[in-house]
Nanobody
Framework: QLTLVESGGALVQPGGSLRLSCTAS????????MGWFRQAPGKERLFVAA????????HYRDSVKGRFTISLDNAKNTVYLEMNSLKPEDTAVYYC?????????????????WGQGTQVTVSS
């Protein structure tokens, strides 16, 4: 059973930056495509970013392109979401997810394992 643990959420001012981490209990490289999703209060869980199982291919939702970056540290079995130029509308609980590979997936139903989430609040 794969487990995922997120960290890095915080309260940050508009225009600020955060880096979220998602550490897996098994090797991600060449095993698990990964994704980041977010869910604001009363809203559905939305796709944010995804990568294939070696981190070479990535995809982002339009509203975060150029501001967010998903990346993989093979040695640490950790996927990061680097978030810059944060906006109040980025406020949400952020979840990482994994699924058996290969491929790159943007639908939440494609993912088999989820972390517990980490809160990101963008406010002055």
């Amino acid at each position: 059973q794969l487990t995922l643990v997120e960290s890095g959420g915080a309260l940050v001012q508009p225009g600020g930056s955060l880096r979220l981490s998602c550490t897996a209990s098994e090797q991600i490289f060449n095993n698990y495509p990964m994704g980041w999703f977010r869910q604001a209060p009363g809203k559905e869980r939305l796709f944010v970013a995804a990568m294939n199982w070696n981190g070479v291919n990535t995809h982002y939702r339009d509203s975060v392109k150029g501001r967010f970056t998903i990346s993989l540290d093979n040695a640490k079995n950790t996927v990061y979401l680097e978030m810059n130029s944060l906006k109040p509308e980025d406020t949400a609980v952020y979840y990482c997810a994994a699924t058996p590979g290969p491929g790159l997936f943007i639908a939440k139903d494609a993912y088999s394992w989820w972390g517990q989430g980490t809160q990101v609040t963008v406010s002055s």
